[in-house]
């Protein structure tokens, strides 16, 4: 888990819709994966996990102002408590379409 002081640093990149504990606080980030930013890969992440319910963010984005991109890739951060379940999505991926047309 990132450190805390690590994490607020990054608090303008929290989503709205990012779950609070009870304490009214911003649960903690828990890392997901590394991906790199060319071919929009780490965008396409986040819409996806977005359109699972999951909130998520990037950071990381170092070499950005010079090359354009985050030439080390990025850093997706999802709630702690829905880590495990992006890890399955991520892991299950998306079906390539097969050209099939529903019935």
Partial sequence: MQDAKD?????????????????G???PAA???VQWELG?????TLSFLASCGIPAFKA??????IFGFAGLGVDI????????????????????DDG???P
């Fill in 7 to 23: 994490f607020w640093a990054r608090s303008e990149n929290i989503p709205a819709d990012w779950p609070t504990g009870p304490d």
């Fill in 25 to 27: 606080r911003p649960e």
């Fill in 31 to 33: 890392a997901l994966a």
């Fill in 40 to 44: 929009s890969m780490a965008d396409i």
């Fill in 60 to 65: 990381g984005t170092q070499g950005k102002v």
């Fill in 77 to 96: 951060f999802v709630p702690e408590s829905r880590l495990e379940e992006a890890r399955a999505l991520l892991a299950a991926g998306i079906p390539a």
């Fill in 100 to 102: 099939a047309k529903a």
